[in-house]
């Protein structure tokens, strides 16, 4: 290549040195790579699915995995590499549709079994993200579907199912929120560092979580010891002060912020969403008109109504409705 | 009404299987004395500890059908494991070195890793595991894979030698002071990637 067109091509911006089919490639390789990789069979991931997958198995070898898929694919003369790129749209799409509210409850059941078969193949790369997000999408699957504001209910008419049942599913789920902050803080509370900042201090300077330079931290380290302390009481207090109607709201904010903060200072995305979620979910509905739950159930009215109730006050049977 | 007592008595056993898992974690930190409770707390952790695992059907064999059935659904409800997460207190770290041998007397250090972020934490998240006593039988098998997904980018290298070890950072104090993370290896493997090829 002459001097002149390579000069030309150094002076085009980055992005327009690519060629549709480079950005097609790139755009696979940046949605499928680690996916493939992580998931991949003997010599072709990181550490071969197989191996998670015996562990899992060992636990129970009614534990879905992602072997099913590719033994079902197998039948099918699916190769092992179509069938993972298979799992990942699909899973894509029922995270879609149920965002949407479209065929909720087939969406809910596949995104649940697609989402277990990869954090079970996955096993060893697991950590408490996947957990979270196979406990939410097992009380969905479970739940009343489809909810008042799907494109089920609005688009396709589909009549809402067993309204009363949501706030039992809701109790469910604020009670699981209890326990998980309760253990969580007690826990917190046992280890020393927490009283001192120390914990924090590691937690903030160890990699991959080390988004934030330790001489920022230094600067703050009067700061740390209230945090760790605060983080405790946040967590332990949690399932006694979301109950009270006075202290709600303000519980509710501080576990937010909390995972907001955990999300931006550690780089933990997906945990912080997937926390945040799951306290919206369980407390979030009504929560700043500090209306009780339990007024609207007796208050009555039509089944559409009664959907709109999405929890019982505490003291109220989850089963009454 | 009969519907509304099976919900009932499903709530009872979800959350009584929650309780147990929950404070199987719990009881297991104490019982490791990896707590700020006096050591005399020990012993009736590891009895608490016998008593969930029993609850839980993990003292039966692995076969039993019971066992079978609670693990399962822990698994499909996503409660298989408790929630004490950065607790009580947070451990270094750990790192896996690889030292690559090349036939040429070239010597390259890298580490395995992910493109993403979120596949990065993930990797870490094998790497603690990894120095889990619990994990041992495994260890080496998972090392060797970690190293031949290195090897399977630069056919050329001779032999790998895998370094395993505990990073431990400073304390906020020593940090001030200079001081920076030490690494004390736990393990080392030797891979000699050709010998495998030609096999």
């Keep these: ?13 980055f992005a327009l040195r690519f060629t549709p089919r480079r950005w097609w490639t790139r755009l696979l390789a940046f949605l499928f790579g680690d996916w493939h990789y992580l998931f991949a ?10 191996l998670g997958e015996a562990i899992t198995s060992f636990d129970s070898p009614l534990i879905p995995k992602l072997s099913w898929l590719v033994a079902l694919g197998g039948y099918a003369h ?6 993972l790129s298979i799992a990942w749209a699909c899973l894509l799409c029922m995270g879609v549709l149920l965002l949407l509210g479209l ?10 079994f697609l989402h277990l078969c990869a954090a079970e193949s996955g096993g060893l790369f697991a950590y408490g993200a996947d957990n979270f997000m196979t406990t939410g999408l097992f009380y969905l699957m479970l739940s ?29 789920l604020q009670v699981h929120m209890c326990f998980v902050y309760f253990i969580g803080g007690l826990a917190k509370c046992l280890g020393s560092g927490w009283w001192d900042g120390s914990n924090l201090w590691r937690s903030l300077t160890r990699p991959p979580f080390n988004l934030i330079s ?28 979301i109950w009270i109607k006075k202290t709600r709201l303000f519980w509710l904010v501080c576990i937010l912020a909390m995972h907001a903060a955990i999300g931006l200072a550690m780089g933990m995305y997906l945990f912080a969403l997937v926390m945040i979620v799951l306290n919206l979910a369980a407390f979030g509905i009504g929560v700043s008109d500090g209306q009780s739950v339990s007024t609207q159930v007796m208050a009555g009215g039509s089944a559409e109504e009664r959907s709109n109730v999405s929890g019982l006050a505490p003291g109220a049977s989850p089963l009454s409705g | 009404m009969i519907s509304k007592r099976i919900y009932a008595a499903w709530f009872v056993i979800h959350f009584f299987l929650i309780t147990a898992v929950c404070f199987a974690g719990i009881f297991s930190l104490i019982a490791e004395g990896a707590t700020m409770l006096p050591s005399a707390f020990q012993r009736y952790a590891r009895k608490s500890e016998l008593i969930t695992a029993f609850v839980l059907g993990k003292e039966a064999t692995a076969s039993n059908p019971i066992r079978r059935g609670i693990a399962t659904y822990l698994h499909a409800a996503g409660i298989q494991s408790g929630y004490s997460f950065f607790a009580p207190n947070i451990p270094g770290y750990h790192r896996l070195g ?23 934490l993930r990797l870490d998240s094998l790497l603690d595991r990894l120095a889990d006593n619990r994990y041992e039988p495994i260890r080496e098998v998972v090392v060797k894979m970690l190293a031949f997904s290195v090897w399977r980018d630069r056919p050329e290298v001779k032999k790998i030698r895998a370094t395993f070890g505990t990073v431990s950072p400073p304390g906020i104090g020593d940090f001030e002071h200079g001081k920076r993370e030490s690494f004390q290896p736990m393990f080392s493997y030797d891979f000699s990637l050709r010998e495998k090829e030609k096999r």
């Design chain 1, 41 to 50: 069979s003997t010599g072709k991931g990181l550490v071969t699915r197989k």
């Design chain 2, 98 to 120: 690889l030292e690559l041998y090349y036939a040429d007397g070239r010597v390259e250090y890298v580490s395995p890793h992910l493109s993403g972020r979120a596949a990065a």
């Design chain 1, 214 to 241: 330790p001489e920022i931290l230094v600067r703050f380290k009067y700061a740390l010891p209230i945090l760790g302390i605060s983080i405790c009481l946040i967590e332990l207090g949690y399932p006694f002060f």
């Design chain 1, 103 to 112: 065929f909720s409850r087939p969406a809910a059941i596949i995104a649940w």
């Design chain 1, 144 to 172: 009343p579907l489809p909810d008042r504001y799907s494109l089920d209910h609005r688009l396709l008419k589909v009549e809402l199912r067993d309204p009363q049942l949501l706030g039992f599913w809701r109790r469910v």
């Design chain 1, 1 to 13: 290549m002459s001097e002149a067109p390579q000069i030309a091509l150094n002076s085009l911006p």
């Design chain 1, 78 to 83: 699916v190769g092992e590499d179509a069938v």
